[in-house]
T-cell receptor, first 112, second 115 residues
Framework: QKEVEQDPGPLSVPEGAIVSLNCTYS??????FMWYRQYSRKGPELLMY????GNKEDGRFTAQVDKSSKYISLFIRDSQPSDSATYLC????????????FGAGTRLFVKA | DAGVIQSPRHEVTEMGQEVTLRCKPI?????LFWYRQTMMRGLELLIY????????DSGMPEDRFSAKMPNASFSTLKIQPSEPRDSAVYFC?????????????FGPGTRLTVL
């Protein structure tokens, strides 16, 4: 079993839709939860991060962490064609080095 | 800053040949990571360095893979001999210690095709 599970999609939505992207994980030691966005033929870029449980909002993006369920989500409101990309969840521990475990990534297509 | 620089951007080689991928991290960053990305396996960490010292190479798939970081501004990932199953996009990333979430800055990747 992988430490981090993420549905690879693809997920196709119309412009303006609310998008929900999710990951589950098995290692309760994870404390930092991140979302990276990767455009086609580019490297991933950090979009948002959350420490421990709770919500974090940044513009149209909201990240949620539920440590009791080992489940994290990224919501995109009013999705735009420019949001079309692959979204990778990522997690790391607070101690023991800087090893980050990435999910497989979900490919998102937002249709105009 | 130019960001993380990787070369070559594309590499096509034949099975059995030696392949060397190169990376220049962001100046001042003290961590360097090598990843491999495929559709089947996603983004896999191969090895990472701290202050030029390898810290964790448990992701290196086989002895055919080796990585070095001779100085703070240069790292190589070598595959010898290469095999078709090594075909993937290889990313180098760097980061600066000080934040638990360890934001990693990725290069554009090297797309490797082994025939």
């Amino acid at each position: 079993q992988k430490e981090v599970e993420q549905d690879p999609g693809p997920l196709s939505v119309p412009e303006g839709a609310i998008v929900s992207l999710n990951c589950t994980y098995s290692n309760s030691a994870f404390q930092y939860f991140m979302w990276y966005r990767q455009y086609s033929r580019k490297g991933p870029e950090l979009l948002m991060y959350t420490y421990s449980s709770g919500n974090k909002e940044d513009g149209r993006f909201t990240a949620q962490v539920d440590k009791s369920s080992k489940y994290i989500s990224l919501f995109i409101r009013d999705s735009q064609p420019s949001d079309s990309a692959t979204y990778l969840c990522a997690m790391s521990r607070n101690t023991g080095g800087f090893k980050t475990i990435f999910g497989a990534g979900t490919r998102l297509f937002v249709k105009a | 800053d130019a960001g993380v620089i990787q070369s070559p951007r594309h590499e096509v080689t034949e099975m059995g040949q030696e392949v060397t991928l190169r990376c220049k991290p962001i100046s001042g960053h003290d961590y360097l990571f090598w990843y491999r990305q495929t559709m089947m396996r996603g983004l896999e960490l191969l090895i990472y360095f701290n202050n030029n010292v390898p810290i964790d190479d448990s992701g290196m798939p086989e002895d055919r893979f080796s990585a070095k970081m001779p100085n703070a501004s240069f790292s190589t990932l070598k595959i010898q001999p290469s095999e078709p199953r090594d075909s993937a996009v290889y990313f180098c990333a760097s980061s600066l210690a000080g934040t638990g979430y360890n934001e990693q800055f990725f290069g554009p990747g090297t797309r490797l095709t082994v025939l």
